[in-house]
């Protein structure tokens, strides 16, 4: 084992000679400095694991030192601690994190056993593994550990940004406090405030509030009180006017503000890539604020509504073939299966309970693949399941069937498609990825005359054929084609969105949906496109009123993000899929709030007239048996 060397940069020599000799006690090797010219100085001669910084510095600050330094030296790879006695509230310690994507930050005076918490024996150099490999290696883990997980935490530094929500998830569940920024390679960053596992904060770089959206589809105000609110004359925020003016409690701004943190959440799951920093501190729990019991509901939309099919057929490419076992606390009544995903797949917890492979429920044809994925990703983000650790099959023909499957996945894709489908693309050779391979496709058929050997072999010179032809270089010039293309087709599918909302308007349905499925299949990462899908859907199935088609439609609206539901557009589709399912009242004040968010709009106005007329209808055809207690209690009172 490495002795991890520490560099401690602080003016203060008798903190400094304390805090070097308690770490030289426990086998650490550790050179001082008191400014950063000394500090620039000793880093020419030493290569260091570990900076403590003190933020207050003669001279040059140890924040600014740490921002230099990474700017001029790249390569280096340490970890840092900031220090202060001075810079102790919330805000400022959460600019210094972010700025200085330091590791963690120590407000004096601390103990020394929060310093032995973060620093760690170097381990042995081992071969590097993918970013996606080193966060989903607990998949195939039965029970992991709190320290397991806060591991994980640490060792990611780059992952995809649909990858969040299991991070938001692991943070939770091992209670950290601290703040997590993330940088996304736009240059935009995100920054997120744990406090003993619940989100406190959630700061992003669009500034937008959404709370006038947020009460108004809460139906918390009116959107005169909004206006009668703005007029007031103070400096208030719109929410603290609305109370000042009792036209809202504190709790319903308190729960507009919690689903505020949602919608800004939910903006940073996207196909972007981020790198991370976790930097552990203490964090004062205030609110409102998102519990581990809250965020579950949240985790479950996330899910269900930001990531694509394709990026997870890609995720899970790797273990179609494992058991998937179930957890002891898997129980029929965990708030995990009572949720739309799994509950939209009939018979789901019970295959599961039979140890199934994800193989063969991709055959189970009443099953929307897209619902599969997503429900066993919810399950897994959450430790409910995990799978085996090798590839297992009961029969040859059950071998075979994977593998065919497999070979339809991959048979149209280039090289390095191929390999980044397949989590490969970090391997150089064939020979170094042969056990990787081995363990994606199951264990090699002993007999020759087997179906699935000459199958197996295919595959097998296939992967390896992909790997060994490309170097580094070639799959730098490939992956920067592969955005570019994906560019193009992200006009391409816009232009089509844009004449599919031209004909929805026009009430031309199937022509709408036909363009929106082929926009689906350029890109998915259209904005608000579930909801002019299910708008399609609905138009077209008005009058039949298939029950599978609403299963479909109910599927798409489930897709439909936090932050794309707070225009006029939602309530309005949510408007005609209550008239759909015959829920008139529900439809009725969904419409009422799509024209209290744009009350120029003219399709909401035409379908608000004739829900009313359907209610009135409804309410004549009624008889005294058959009515609300409300709608009762009027004719029998009203006046004659």
Not at 56 to 61: Q, Y
Not at 127 to 145: A, H, N
Not at 165 to 187: Q, R
């Amino acid at each position: 084992m490495a002795r991890s060397k520490i560099l401690i940069l602080e003016d203060d020599k008798t903190l400094s000679q304390s805090l070097a000799e308690a770490l030289e006690k426990k086998s650490f090797d550790v050179i001082m400095a008191s400014t950063a010219d000394e500090a620039n100085g000793l880093l020419n001669e030493h290569k260091v694991d570990y900076i403590f910084a003190d933020c207050l510095l003669p001279g040059m600050s140890g924040d600014e030192f740490v921002i230099k330094l990474k700017r001029d030296k790249p390569d280096r790879k340490f970890k840092v601690i900031l220090m202060s006695g001075i810079y102790t509230d919330k805000s400022t310690i959460q600019d210094l994190l972010k700025r200085t994507q330091a590791f963690a930050f120590l407000k004096k005076p601390f103990d020394l056993e929060q310093i032995f918490n973060i620093v760690k024996e170097k381990e042995e150099v081992v071969k590097p593994e993918s970013p996606r490999k080193m966060l989903y290696q607990i998949f195939s883990k039965d029970m992991v550990s709190t320290r397991e997980k806060r591991k994980l935490i640490e060792s990611i530094e780059e992952v995809s940004a649909y990858d969040l929500p299991f991070i938001y998830s692991l943070l939770t569940e091992t209670k950290s406090s601290g703040y997590l920024n993330i940088y996304f390679n736009d240059s935009s960053v995100s920054g997120i405030a744990f406090s003993n596992g619940s989100i406190v904060a959630v700061d992003v770089e669009d500034r937008s509030t959404y709370i006038g959206e947020l009460l108004i589809q809460s139906g918390y105000v009116s959107p005169a009180d909004i206006q009668k609110a703005l007029q007031s004359k103070n400096n208030q925020r719109l929410g603290q006017r609305l109370i000042s003016s009792n036209l809202m409690s504190p709790h319903a701004l308190d729960l507009t503000m919690i689903e505020q943190m949602n919608v800004r959440l939910s903006k940073t799951i996207s196909e972007k890539t981020v790198k991370l920093n976790f930097s552990a501190s203490e964090v004062e729990l205030t609110q409102p604020s998102i519990d581990s019991e809250l965020l579950l509901s949240y985790l479950h939309d996330w899910i269900a509504s930001k990531l694509p099919i394709n990026w997870l057929k890609n995720l899970y490419v790797m273990w179609a073939g494992h058991q998937i076992i179930p957890n002891a606390q898997l129980k029929s009544d965990h708030p995990c299966i009572q949720m739309s995903l799994v509950q939209s797949l009939d018979g789901l917890y019970d295959r599961l309970q039979k140890r199934t492979t994800l193989s063969e429920l991709l055959s189970v044809s009443e099953y929307n693949q897209a619902a599969l994925y997503k429900a066993l990703h919810f399950l897994v983000t959450k430790g409910l399941i995990y799978f085996s650790k090798n590839v297992s099959f009961d029969n040859v023909d059950e071998h075979f069937d994977y593998l065919s499957r497999l070979k339809n996945q991959i048979q149209n894709r280039t090289d390095f498609e191929l390999l980044e489908s397949l989590g490969l693309t970090q391997y150089n050779d064939a020979e170094s990825a042969a056990s990787e391979i081995e363990t994606l496709l199951g264990q090699e058929p002993i007999k020759k005359e087997a179906k699935s050997f000459a199958l197996w072999y295919e595959l097998f010179n296939k992967i390896s054929t992909a790997i060994n032809s490309l170097n580094p270089e070639a799959k730098i010039q490939l992956k920067k084609a592969i955005e570019k293309n994906e560019a193009e087709n992200r006009i391409k599918a816009s232009q089509l969105m844009d004449e599919a909302k031209k004909e929805l308007m026009l009430g031309q349905f199937q022509s709408a949906l036909v363009k929106l499925n082929e926009a689906g299949k350029l890109t998915s990462t259209l904005f608000q496109y579930n909801i002019y899908i299910a708008w399609s859907r609905l138009g077209m199935n008005m009058q039949k009123k298939d029950k599978a088609v609403i299963k479909e439609i109910e599927f798409d609206l489930m897709q439909i993000p936090a932050d794309e539901r707070y225009d006029f557009l939602y309530p309005y589709v949510m408007g005609l899929y209550y008239r759909a399912t015959n829920d008139y009242l529900s439809a009725k004040k969904s419409f009422d709030k799509a024209l209290a968010m744009d009350n120029t709009f003219l399709a909401a106005k035409r379908e608000l007239s004739l829900i009313e007329q359907m209610i009135k209808k409804t309410r004549k055809n009624d008889n005294i048996f058959t009515m609300d207690l409300k709608d009762v209690v009027t004719v029998l009172f009203k006046k004659k």
